[in-house]
């Protein structure tokens, strides 16, 4: 994904290094609800069916894929709460 050039606030960061699919999912949804509309949850794990799954995740619960990136083997997303 691309940056607009808007600001972001990262609010909260997860390290989800080891977890799989179900407990990313899980801990997704309680700590979105933890911060504002507007403001980004970052998480970095080394899954790779994350990458598959983490778009529909956002479609699903209604939240926005701000920004993804794969570095050196870990996978960083930044989920911005949309409500």
Not at 9 to 31: F, H, P, T
């Amino acid at each position: 994904m691309k940056m607009t050039g808007e600001k972001a606030v990262i609010a909260k960061e997860l390290d989800c290094m080891g977890w799989e699919c179900y407990q990313i999912n899980l801990s997704l949804r309680i700590e979105v609800k933890t911060i504002h509309p507007g403001e980004i949850l970052k998480f970095v794990t080394d899954n790779p069916k994350a990458d598959e799954k983490i778009f529909k995740w956002c479609q699903t619960n209604k939240q926005e894929l701000f920004l993804s990136d794969f570095k050196n083997g870990k996978y960083y997303y930044y989920i911005k709460r949309l409500s």
